[in-house]
Structures are given as structure tokens and as C-alpha cells.
């Protein structure tokens, strides 16, 4: 069975996010940057397919050269082949126009299966899985948080509100992933994999190399007009004061009252 | 120069760190608090394969470089010292000086179990009276038809307690003095062999630090490692690695030091602002990150040196930077963690801050390893000999 995983190089969960002067952008000058957590949990099913199946994984990123260290992360996990597009065309580019990208790689290699995550921690557009199964015309089985397959068809869960739904779709299929680091609990880099991580397979290719056009996948239709940080919460009051209970749960009413005005 | 680490290098470097984070840092409280050892440590070190980075493949290792094994020490060290101390006793000071100095029939009995995690390594040199003093060891090994008969006691053994395999060093020929010494592989349950007790640490705890007793303990003649009466230079040659390695632990709880200490004063506030814009809490941490730099770069210094040197010993650049590298690494730990105790004021004190702990952990590499006093008597050594040699020749 072979397996494409589309992978998202997003700035590390703890990394302090400043906004440029433009207003719009991020400064990403200091940033550490990670597998996005949502497609390393596909990184893991894919290693679980494989192990199951046989057939190989190969990773697709959209970006700069500085994926290729993320994509090495998912080959030391692993994976058994990088494809990175590194087009100057697709800077300032929308969702739209990285799946035309990514879309046009999953065609040249032909996978029984499509893995992503759902979201990315970075901008949340939730946009990358929905539209390369849209571009190729296959079925798409969004947020799941367990995977089977038989080879033939694809099975997963997902939680809904009060309970959890199975779908089952024929293959070739997308399948996007939810849950969290406790339900998938991806593997760690083991050392030999980092070793052998090197001397496998990475490409990077051009939108040509792809048969992408570049004025089309580069220019955006999505644009992003500003970005803001949370308002900042005021500190928390306490109250203390060497009341006693009574004295304090009178105190917490008056000023639940009277100051924030919520009873 | 180049100050890069290899792609390799840092994956290792942060793969170690996320592990370190996510399996034990949840039970490092227990650890201390019990001088508990996980008994699925070295399992868990096996899975993601860092208990044979310094060996090679066909072992089960990962024919890597010092530097490797120094970032693994590092990185876990900031998460939990004692048990990136018993990984480095048993990786690098039992395994790796077999992998260095055995034949191939030994190297392939007892490396693989070691490197997979299915066998705990130690290694014993220290004795009751016999620590700085290495040379004058007393554990006596005396051929007797097809075995050694090993008798004497070995103390502050890493992993000792817990150990199936022990690199044990004893006299086969005490009237040689230092050229008398030789190396054995001894297992646990060859006759004679017993543990006298664990020792009870105020730091690096859960790491179980024993004393080992040979009884006239049989061990086969095809156990011992290297040639007779050349125990010494196994000693020697594996010491300048054992240095190195260990002082990235040292590098480790300087830099977790620092960490806190930057946490908290950021936090705390006293007489108005933050405790970070007072002038003596920022000489502070502008020291303690100019040092605790300044020792990570001697000691990658050092294990780069050990990468590209055929040998260590006496008279080896090696030698000296090995010295320097720990000696430098393990006074800045300890001095890091001293300041780090003093921002955080009475509850740097307290066993429920992390600071403390570190504290206490940080000692041991100035003791352990050779002591400060001993690295800088090896440098000043190394660093004269040539002088005087050319004195002498005068």
C-alpha cells in the first residue's frame, strides 16, 4: 500500500509569536519550526499502514529549504521519501494554490491513500485536505482520530458531539486528522532512523517540474488583511483581606456584583 | 571552524530532549524523592536507540561520534542528571570500553544485550581506598588453571547494584605497580560476585550507587579484556571519552539552571517590577549564560577532538581538553546552580522547586570521573610536560 502524507513545516507550540510591522505577516526571523503536531499524527497511521500493508510513505511539503529539515524528521519516524516544492511563485500564494501544488505531486506518484492533518497550528485553515481531494476527485474523510484499511477501503472515526460517527470510503481516499498527541502518541525519531534519514530520497521540484502553472497556483484569491493578538486579560483579584469563609463568600458577592456586574 | 552541529546531530540532540520531556519528567519527582530507578529505563533507552551510538552496527549500535553521546547526556541531563548518569555508566564507561578494547568473541557475547537494553552495564575502578588514587587499587585476579580468581572491593559504583555486566579492573600483578593492572567483563552471577549495599546520595538519586564485593569470584580466562597487565591502558584510553560525555550532564543542568532562574525572575516581583531589573539578579544571569556557553563550547571542543583522535592517553591533546572539558563543565554546573538557588530565595531552598535538585546533582560530576582536584593536576601535566622535557634536556 503506498501512502502520501502531506506535511506542514508551523512554527514550534511554543514559540512567542510577534506580528510584523505590515501588520499582517509574522515575524519569523527566530522562530523554531516543527512538523506541524497534526501531520506528524498522519506521519504515525502512515507508519502504521506500512506496517501492516508493506508498500512505502513518501512526504510532501510546500515551502522554503528550510522544510527539508521537517521533512527529515518524518523520514528518521519512518518514511521512505521526500518531495519538497520550493517554487518562489507560491510565496503570497492562498490555500488554493498550495494544494493545486501539493495535488499535482500526489498525481506523479500515485498513492492509494492521501494522509493530513485537518489544521495546521499555525493560520487554522483547516483548507489543505478538503481541496486536494476536491483537485483530485477523490473522497474525503475529514478529522479522524482512529484509521483502519483492508487495502481496498478506508475506515475511520470521529467523535461528534454526544458520541462518534464511522465512515468508510472505497480508496484512492484524502483522510484528514484530529484528535490529539495522547490518541495518536507518534513515534519518536529513533537514532538509526536518523541516521538512515540522510540517504533516503528527498526531491525538491519547481511548479513546472509539477506541470503547475505558476501564474495560477502563485497568485492568491484568499488574502490575509490583518492579524491580532488576544486583547490582553487584566490580573485576577483575590481576595483575601484575613477574612473568615463568610467574610470572604460576602466579599465575592459584592464584588461579583458590583464591580464585574455578572449577578 | 565551523559551529554547526550535523543534520544528524541536532535531530539526535532534540529527538533525546522530546523523549526525555514526555517519559520522564512526568516520574522525576519519584525518582528523587525515593531513589527510584524505572525499572523499563533502559527498554525505553533501547527503543529509540541511544544505548549504542558510539558502537558499531553490527552490535546493534550506531557507529555515531562522541559529540552524539555528549548532546544525549546533555539533553537529558536538564530533564533528569541521575538517570542520564546511569545511561552514560552504562553506554559509554561499561560498553563502550568493551566495544574499544575487546576481542571480537567478547564484543559479540556481551555488546548486544548492552546496546539492546536487555542487560545493565557497570563499570568498577573506585575502591574503598583506592579513588584519586586509581593506580593503587588492591582487587587482586590470579590465574588459576583456565580462570582468574578475583578478590577485593570496588565503591561509588554507577548502576553496581543493579548490574549484570561489571568492566572490573583488579591487580594480575601487583609488584608492576600500574603496568600490573588488568581488564575483566565479570556477570553477576559468576561465584563470588555480591553486592554489599547500595549507598544512600543526597543527589544524583535514583541513580543506584553500590558497593561490589569479589569473593574469590571465578571469572574465565577468555573474559579478560585487552592483554594481561594492560589494564591501564584500557583505563586511561576510555577515561578521556568518559570526561567528555559526562560533561555534557554538567552542560545540561547548567543550561536547565539558567532556564529556571530566567523563568522566575521574569515572574517575580518584589519592591514593585520583576526581580530580572534589578542590576544583581542581571549580573547574575549574564554570568551564568556567559559560563555555562563558554563550557558547552570546550566541551564540543572535546568530543570533536575525541572524534577525529586515534587515541587519548598521556601526552594527547586529547587528554588535556578531556580534563579541561569536565573540570570547566562541572565548576560551572555547580556554580550556575548555586546562583540559580540564590534568585530564587527561600524557594530555591525548598524541595518543591526544582532548583534545589539540580544543586545537589550538579556535585557529583566534581567528584566522580576524577576529581576537580585530579583533572587539574592531569592538565597542569600535560600542559608542562614539554617544558620540562626541555629543561631536562639543557
Redesign the interface.
Given at each position: 500500500m503506498n501512502v502520501a502524507v502531506l506535511l506542514k513545516q508551523t512554527p514550534d507550540t511554543e514559540s512567542v509569536i510577534r506580528i510584523a510591522s505590515d501588520g499582517k505577516s509574522v515575524v519569523t526571523d527566530d522562530l523554531k519550526w516543527v512538523v506541524n503536531p497534526y501531520d506528524e499524527f498522519a506521519v504515525e497511521a502512515a507508519l502504521r499502514l506500512k506496517e501492516k500493508h508493506g508498500g512505502s510513505v513518501t512526504v510532501i511539503s510546500c515551502g522554503p529549504q528550510r522544510v527539508v529539515?521537517s521533512i527529515?524528521?518524518a523520514l528518521?519516524m519512518g518514511a521512505d521519501t521526500g518531495v519538497l516544492i520550493d517554487d518562489p511563485a507560491l510565496e503570497g500564494s492562498d490555500s488554493l494554490g498550495v494544494a493545486m501544488a501539493l495535488a499535482a505531486a500526489v498525481k506523479e506518484i500515485n498513492p492509494d491513500v492521501v494522509l493530513c492533518g485537518s489544521r495546521a497550528v499555525d493560520y487554522d485553515m483547516a483548507q489543505r485536505g478538503p481541496m486536494v481531494a476536491e483537485l483530485l476527485g477523490w473522497p474525503h474523510l475529514a478529522m479522524a482520530v482512529s484509521m483502519e484499511s483492508d487495502g481496498k477501503t478506508v475506515t475511520i472515526d470521529r467523535p461528534i458531539e454526544g458520541g462518534k460517527v464511522v465512515l468508510e470510503s472505497s480508496l484512492p481516499a484524502v483522510v484528514t486528522f484530529g484528535g490529539s498527541h495522547a490518541v495518536w502518541n507518534p513515534r519518536?525519531?529513533?537514532?538509526?532512523?536518523?541516521?538512515k534519514?540522510?540517504k533516503k530520497p528527498l526531491a525538491v521540484k519547481k511548479l513546472a517540474d509539477l506541470g503547475v502553472d505558476g501564474s495560477q497556483a502563485g497568485t492568491a484569491r484568499v488574502t490575509m488583511t490583518s492579524l491580532e493578538m488576544p486583547v490582553a486579560r487584566a490580573a485576577g483579584k483575590v481576595i483575601d483581606g484575613g477574612l473568615d469563609t463568610a467574610g470572604k463568600a460576602t466579599e465575592l458577592v459584592r464584588a461579583l456584583h458590583e464591580e464585574a456586574k455578572v449577578i | 571552524m565551523d559551529f554547526q552541529l550535523s543534520?544528524?546531530q541536532r535531530?539526535?540532540k532534540e529527538?533525546v530532549y522530546?523523549?526525555s520531556v514526555n517519559e520522564l519528567a512526568p516520574i522525576q519527582e519519584k525518582i528523587d524523592a525515593e531513589d527510584w530507578f524505572p525499572p523499563d529505563f533502559f527498554r525505553k533507552c533501547a527503543?529509540?536507540?541511544?544505548l549504542g551510538?558510539t558502537m558499531g552496527e553490527q552490535y546493534g549500535g550506531?557507529?555515531?561520534d562522541v559529540l552524539?553521546q555528549t548532546l544525549a547526556i546533555e539533553e537529558m541531563s536538564r530533564i533528569c542528571p541521575a538517570l542520564a548518569m546511569s545511561y552514560g555508566a552504562h553506554s559509554n564507561l561499561c560498553a563502550n570500553n568493551i566495544h574499544k578494547n575487546a576481542n571480537e568473541a567478547l564484543k559479540k557475547k556481551y555488546l548486544p544485550p548492552l546496546i539492546a537494553g536487555e542487560k545493565i552495564g557497570a563499570l568498577g575502578l573506585t575502591e574503598p581506598n583506592a579513588g584519586s588514587d586509581a593506580m593503587s587499587l588492591r582487587t587482586r585476579a590470579v590465574k588459576r588453571k583456565d580462570k582468574y580468581i578475583l578478590t577485593g572491593t570496588k565503591m561509588f559504583i554507577t548502576n553496581g547494584p543493579m548490574a549484570d555486566t561489571i568492566l572490573v579492573y583488579a591487580k594480575t600483578a601487583p609488584e608492576k605497580g600500574a603496568k600490573g593492572i588488568s581488564a575483566f567483563i565479570v556477570e553477576k552471577d559468576f561465584p563470588g560476585y555480591s553486592v554489599a549495599r547500595k549507598l544512600n546520595k543526597c543527589g544524583m538519586r535514583g541513580s543506584p550507587t553500590g558497593e561490589l564485593i569479589f569473593e574469590e569470584c571465578e571469572v574465565p580466562q577468555e573474559n579478560l579484556v585487552g592483554e594481561e597487565n594492560n589494564g591501564v591502558n584500557v583505563m586511561t584510553s576510555g577515561l578521556d571519552i568518559e570526561r567528555i560525555v559526562l560533561a555534557g550532564g554538567s552542560v545540561g543542568m547548567a543550561r536547565q539552571a539558567l532556564d529556571y532562574s530566567i523563568r522566575y525572575s521574569v515572574e517575580r516581583e518584589q519592591f514593585g517590577q520583576a526581580i530580572a531589573k534589578f542590576e544583581m539578579i542581571q549580573q547574575k544571569l549574564a554570568d551564568m549564560f556567559a559560563r555555562t556557553e563558554a563550557a558547552r563550547l570546550l566541551v564540543y571542543r572535546a568530543a570533536d577532538a575525541a572524534r577525529k583522535a586515534s587515541r587519548g592517553g598521556k601526552g594527547t591533546e586529547l587528554t588535556r581538553l578531556a580534563a579541561a572539558a569536565i573540570l570547566f563543565a562541572a565548576e560551572t554546573a555547580t556554580w550556575v546552580c548555586d546562583q540559580a538557588i540564590q534568585i530564587h530565595g527561600g524557594y530555591g531552598y525548598c524541595l518543591e522547586f526544582p532548583v534545589q535538585k539540580l544543586w545537589r546533582d550538579a556535585k557529583l560530576y566534581e567528584i566522580g570521573a576524577g576529581t576537580s582536584e585530579i583533572r587539574r593536576m592531569i592538565i597542569a601535566r600535560e600542559i608542562t610536560a614539554e617544558a620540562f622535557a626541555r629543561k631536562n634536556a639543557r
Open positions: 529539515e527529515r524528521t528518521a519518536y525519531a529513533s537514532l538509526p532512523g536518523i541516521m534519514a540522510k | 543534520d544528524e535531530m539526535i529527538t522530546k523523549w527503543e529509540i536507540g541511544i551510538i550506531l557507529d555515531g552524539m
